[in-house]
């Protein structure tokens, strides 16, 4: 049973489930084949996989749309990103994802694409850049913004686009479809980097995207079979392993991070702290800029210094390290991913540290 009368927390657990007859599994296997035998629907390990359905079924309806398991959220973004036109334009946040910023850019310099990078919190601003540019095909959102945790005004975006003819695409990974569902905002396209959050244990790679027309649907299942960038059986099956508590995951790493957040405020070491109200990110901004920021990721030894995010760990790292990285982001910026270990354990390491860049 799935549908509008079950919430997020009950959709996590029951979907892409096999039927509850007698002798079922209760969880989907793994089906590990490159081929099947022919005349079916299947025929072949690019075009289909029972695993990947399961994980495509839930994910799907906690977004409120049809789900695709790709092989990494960047197989995801560049597939995203073959759907433009040659000499059209995305529109896209000044702080995305250095990695969806490098797509961007590298499709610009072969002439595949325009890429137009805005403050995605002046709304205004963005909506008169719809207006402006003939050529754009994309809005490219991001909500919160990754590593600034700036925040978009997905509807109002998402309105002003479909009236222009641009789809929207939100990249959800941060706020998993738990906090935030963009398809029920007005997006066309949902992204996420199923490695975070959703699988949540720092052990797989998978990119997903949930659209809600059919028509999108089966042309990026094409683009997918066709660049290959599909995943493997096993790690589909712990993705869907991990979407299974996710919620609980999300709040207990939520909880520590707004806590966190709260005491960060505080220290005389920390010059401002981003922290959007909701999830388990938080970016405080060192006084001491770089040196602060590099002596912290080595002054403790509960906090991993690790560059991806949303296990069960505390993992963070200082972004400016990474040459990528917008100009614009503060040097002494820290992202931190906040896991579910106990708050008073990941504040005790991280004041210590804290106290010594302060003395």
């Not at 695709?68 to 000499?87: E, I, K, P």
């Not at 709304?123 to 809005?139: G, K, P, R, S, Y």
């Not at 100009?327 to 991913?337: D, F, K």
Request: hydrophobic share 45%; glycine share 8%; aromatic share 6%.
């Amino acid at each position: 049973m799935t549908g509008p009368t079950l919430r997020p927390a009950t959709i996590a657990v029951t979907a892409g489930r096999p039927p509850h007859d007698p002798d079922q599994p209760l969880n989907v296997p793994i089906t590990m084949t490159s081929t099947y035998v022919a005349t079916g629907d299947l025929e072949y390990g690019r075009f289909g996989n029972p695993t990947w359905t399961a994980f495509e079924e839930a994910l799907g309806a906690l977004e409120g749309g049809r789900a695709l398991a790709f092989a990494s959220g960047m197989a995801a973004v560049t597939t995203l990103l073959d759907l433009v036109g040659q000499g059209s334009s995305v529109i896209a946040p000044q702080h995305a994802y250095n990695g969806t910023v490098a797509a961007l850019a590298d499709a610009e310099s072969r002439g595949r694409l325009k890429a137009h990078l805005v403050d995605i919190t002046d709304t205004a601003a963005v909506i008169q850049a719809m207006h402006d540019d003939e050529d754009c095909a994309f809005l490219w959102l991001e909500s919160p913004t990754n590593p600034a945790l700036e925040i978009a005004d997905v509807p109002a975006l998402s309105a002003a686009a479909r009236e222009l003819g641009i789809r929207v695409v939100v990249d959800n990974t941060f706020a998993t479809p738990l906090l935030q569902q963009p398809l029920s905002d007005g997006a066309d396209i949902v992204l996420h980097s199923a490695t975070k959050y959703i699988a949540g244990h720092s052990d797989v790679l998978m990119g997903a995207l949930v659209v809600a027309d059919d028509e999108v649907h089966d042309a990026l299942k094409a683009r997918r079979g066709l660049a290959g960038s599909t995943p493997g059986p096993f790690e589909t099956w712990l993705a869907l392993r991990g979407l299974r508590t996710l919620h609980v995951r999300l709040e207990r790493a939520a909880a520590n991070a707004a806590e966190l957040a709260r005491r960060l405020a505080d220290h005389p070491a920390v010059a401002e702290v981003r922290y959007p109200g909701f999830g388990a990110i938080v970016a405080p901004v060192l006084a001491g800029g770089a040196d602060a920021g590099d002596f912290l990721v080595r002054a403790t030894s509960l906090w991993v210094h690790a560059t991806s995010l949303g296990g069960v760990e505390s993992t963070f790292e200082r972004r400016r390290r990474w040459k990528l990285e917008a100009a614009t982001i503060p040097e002494g910026l820290v992202r931190m991913s906040v896991g579910i270990e106990d708050v008073d354990d990941l504040w005790d390491d991280l004041v210590q540290a804290l106290d010594r860049i302060n003395a």
